[in-house]
């Protein structure tokens, strides 16, 4: 017997021997040695170690599984194991159009016996149901055998999980846990036997692909990448429903499961449905669909779903791990964490379906995580703790917008939104123009679709704090978001384009910060920004002017810029001849050029390097372009049904080369990353009421006002260059005024003349964002102002001057 074979025998008796991230290791033992084998997850390879010395290297004869994390197997016990998602073929419906209740066939590809499973939700307990009816020839079902497998990722990840087959009023059931979270797994007609393995050695898909029989019956597995298997004798149960329950603890889980399995499963699809009917998707934007509605109600219920039941109003970006069967714990951040940007999506989208309560839910469950400085953390678990930490102008101004289009439906309630709104401002202030990550959560400087967020957050704030009784905050939110737009094309458009010989002039994805600026990092080079995710020996250095996405379309989408305005006109040029894919469905678009977050090349799945694919939320992006240029947006439209899945759900990326088969990936269907990708179905939905109201739902009124006019109609300009010593103003042009700003109280003693006479003013409370002084230049000054800060309450002066060029009348 050799050690791969010992090791399987023994598994059961010991616990884990190492937690080596990759390595799933167990202890053995013989007469002779103390023997360790440990499975390699990423070269598939069994090591065998003796006193910690590495011997031999063993190539498992039966093949590790892929993550499973709950499937059926069947056999016959002499001539067949049939996994469901090898062995048979499928037909997927729902049951109800108006809910998510789904109903898979599966069907034996040698059509002996098919398969039909249900999937409901138990309405009252946090349990999930599958009844399950197997019909076909009678000679096989008499011998038939189905297994359910499976592998539990409890507390957010697949180490240390336990598990134990326990009896729970006189049927056999599974209890798995990792720490204060419990699940339990049982059947209504009982297991007849179970068992709790580690995955890929002593699993029950190792067991039965041995000789079509389950041998093991190991009665708990504890502290360890695990998988639990069930046994169902389909001979005397042709119809059972499976539940699986969580719980805070044993019993929580194990009450749940029972409870279910208590009431007959034909009430439960009753009740299910019903209260999905209570949810009915808006039928009147089935018109601007080409599919009568389908995908629309789907999506309309997919974004309810991920609403947490637990931490109302949280919802997360998607249920699903992009390329979940390739990561390990080592990255726990997936899709199933709260991003503000997608959950505003996901808000506003219910908005365009008249859910004003469910919006307001988003808003209120979003102030209670606001942190004290006014800002948001980037994403965050469900109860509010933060996981990544980077700064995200737009994640801290589209909380405003939302709560200006709740305030102006009259949704709030008895929600007072106003310190809320002053405080998310005032971080706006304090840190933009400058982003540490845009959208695409990479890079820093001055991002086309931040600023477009950040201009409208703030005139949004300044209307709410002007029906506030707060003119002198609305007026410096209006001048500040002002100063902005004035400098807009200046900050993010360059005027040496290399990507189009027609286009010289056209916005770029961002623009990095200068030295002496916020986030300028001098390793990557003035003017330049290292791309991420980029494969080993693949440049990753590049120009501004060299990297383009189609961020500048959100200046058009809440009316910071007019549809024809030629610099976006120009820009989308350069867009459609450097990103943009023609599918076998429709048009789609990459995120930017030299993308990294993607599938590999050879169609392997993302890790920590690849290529971005193309994107169906672009196309949506697309077409409120279309819709608001007057443009063809139709064919955008039916993309997007055409980009979905049979069952509806929307991806993150589509693959966007020529078919790879063996990789399971087809040109301009599904890639390997989240499916549903939330934001893309809230997407879709904006855009379907965008059409039947011919505006686009997202266009911010106050926003379109000031700004959405041709520049010569304006009935206002920029007078005002602020200055904050995070970014400072090197020049001040003719004819502006320079104020400067400083989160406290502060003094401003400057010169005109070289120090020959020098000037003190004393900066004004303007609320939540701080303290502003405005120097009373002369008018027609010209030469050079130098100055210095001091703040009085603290007796602390800056130890520095800074010098601002003045270009005088």
Known sequence: MNALTAAYRWLNDQGPAFGAPGLEARWTSSKKDAVCTAYAASSRVWYTISHGILNEIYYPTIDRPQTRDMELIFTDGETFV????????????????????????????????????????????????????????ESVLSRLKCYALLAPHLDGGGAGNSARSIEVAGRRAILAWKGNTSLAMGVDCGFTRSSCGYVGSSDGYQDLSGNMRMDWEFGQALDGNIAVTGEIDVARNREFTLAIAFGDGYHAALAGMMQSLSVPYELHVKRFVEQWHRAASPERLAAASHDNGRLMRISHNTILAHEDKTYSGAFIASASIPWGNAKGDDDLGGYHLVWTRDMIQSATALLACGRIDTARRALVYLACTQRPDGSFAQNFWIDG?????????????????????????????????????????????????????????????????????????????????????????????????????????????????????DVKRHYVRIQPPKPGESFYNPAFGEGRYNIANRAPGERYNFAANEIVDAGFLELVRYGVRRADDPLIVDSLKVIDKVLKIDTPYGACWRRYNHDGYGQQKDGEPFIHYGQGRAWPILTGERAHYELAGGGNYAQYVKAIERFSSFGGMLPEQVWDYADMPEQGLYFGRSAGSAQPLVWAHAEYIKLLRSVVDGRVFDRISVVEERYGVRREERTFRSEVEFFQITRPVTELPAGKRLQVLDPERFRVVWTVDGWANTHNTDAKLVGYPGFAAELPIPPGTSGTLEMTLFWPLENRWLGRNFSVNLEGA
């Open 82 to 137: 049939h996994e469901e998602k090898r062995d048979f073929e499928f037909d997927f419906h729902y049951i109800d159009p108006d809910a998510l209740a789904v109903r898979v066939v599966a069907s034996d590809l040698g059509g002996r016996y098919t398969v039909t499973k249900e999937f409901v939700c138990d309405p009252h307990h946090p349990v999930v149901l599958m009844h399950v009816k197997i019909e076909g020839d």
């Open 385 to 501: 703790t933060p996981y990544w930490t980077g700064i995200q102008l737009d994640e801290v101004a589209f909380p405003i917008m939302l709560a200006w289009r709740l305030w102006k439906l009259d949704g709030l309630g008895n929600f007072d939104v106003f310190p809320f709104i002053e405080h998310a401002a005032a971080f706006l202030v304090r840190y933009a123009p400058i982003t540490q990550q845009e959208r695409w959560e990479e890079a820093s400087g001055y991002s086309p679709s931040t600023l477009a967020t950040v201009i409208s957050a703030l005139v949004c704030a300044a209307d709410v704090a002007r029906a506030h009784h707060s003119p002198e905050l609305a007026n410096f939110l209006e001048s500040y978001a002002d100063w902005i737009e004035d400098h807009l094309d200046e900050w993010t458009v360059t005027n040496d384009g290399v990507l189009h010989p």
